[in-house]
């Protein structure tokens, strides 16, 4: 499985944007980005993926390199319901069975008030 | 809609004994996974069930298993214990099976071994 790298933990205040980095040298071709989040006490969650383009939703906003083997995922206002875990996946979209979310350890975000 | 409900919440087994959790998914999925969280290892797949099927497997031992019903409600069973058990045990649902849909978790079961 193609591997990402995350920071262990990254620091935020409240109502500022947030830049959660992943590195993923080794992405191939057929691998999407996904990025799923875990609130504390919580199950993960959704948060966004894209594969090459820039990406937008309610969430949050995904930036891809053009080499495609970074991105970052942008809050764009943290709020304190933001603290979380951020992950970021790398998931198989070429057809095959090993398409199953794989995650890393993923970055601890806290946001001060 | 009702979210991914997963019961029971908390469960306290002994070495030996065998555990059965439930899941029921988010009305009308039909894909169900299941993963293990713990402090050491993380979040890691167990399986994916779709239309009683499973349809993929994570590297665990045989003693855990699972299976779908008709109604999409999905169990993992975990048999002859161990203390390494102990974890968080959660459930996902969504609408397909593939890459292109995204999972939606329940709370978790959390299990301790003793």
């Known amino acids: 499985d193609a591997k990402t790298t995350q920071p262990n933990s990254m620091e935020s205040n409240e109502e500022e944007p947030v830049h959660l980095p992943c590195n993923h040298s080794?992405?191939?071709?057929?691998?999407?980005i996904h990025w799923y989040r875990q609130l504390p006490s919580q199950g993960p969650e959704y948060v966004i993926h894209?594969?090459?383009s820039n990406v937008n939703n309610r969430m949050a906003s995904l930036a891809i390199a053009e080499d495609r083997k970074s991105s970052t995922l942008i809050l764009h206002r943290a709020t304190l319901r933001d603290a979380a875990v951020y992950y970021c996946?790398?998931?198989?979209?070429?057809?095959?069975?090993?398409?199953?979310?794989?995650f890393g350890k993923g970055t601890l975000l806290t946001v001060n008030p | 809609k009702a979210g991914v409900t997963q019961t029971p919440r908390y469960l306290i087994k002994t070495r030996g004994q065998q555990v059965t959790l439930s899941c029921s998914p988010i009305?009308?999925?039909?894909?169900v996974s299941w993963y293990q969280q713990t402090p050491g290892q993380g979040l890691q797949f167990l399986f994916e069930?779709?239309?009683?099927?499973?349809?993929n497997k994570g590297n665990f031992p045989g003693r855990f298993s699972g299976r779908q019903f008709s109604n999409s409600r999905s169990e993992m069973n975990v048999s002859t214990l161990e203390l390494g058990d102990s974890a968080l045990y959660l459930c996902?649902?969504?609408?397909?099976?593939?890459?292109?849909?995204?999972?939606?978790f329940g709370p978790g079961t959390r299990l301790t071994v003793t």
């Open positions: 996902a649902s969504s609408s397909g099976t593939g890459p292109f849909y995204e999972q939606y």
């Open positions: 080794t992405i191939s071709g057929t691998d999407y």
């Open positions: 894209g594969l090459t």
């Open positions: 996946i790398l998931r198989d979209h070429s057809g095959g069975s090993n398409y199953k979310l794989t």
């Open positions: 009305s009308g999925h039909r894909s």
């Open positions: 069930y779709f239309s009683e099927t499973q349809r």
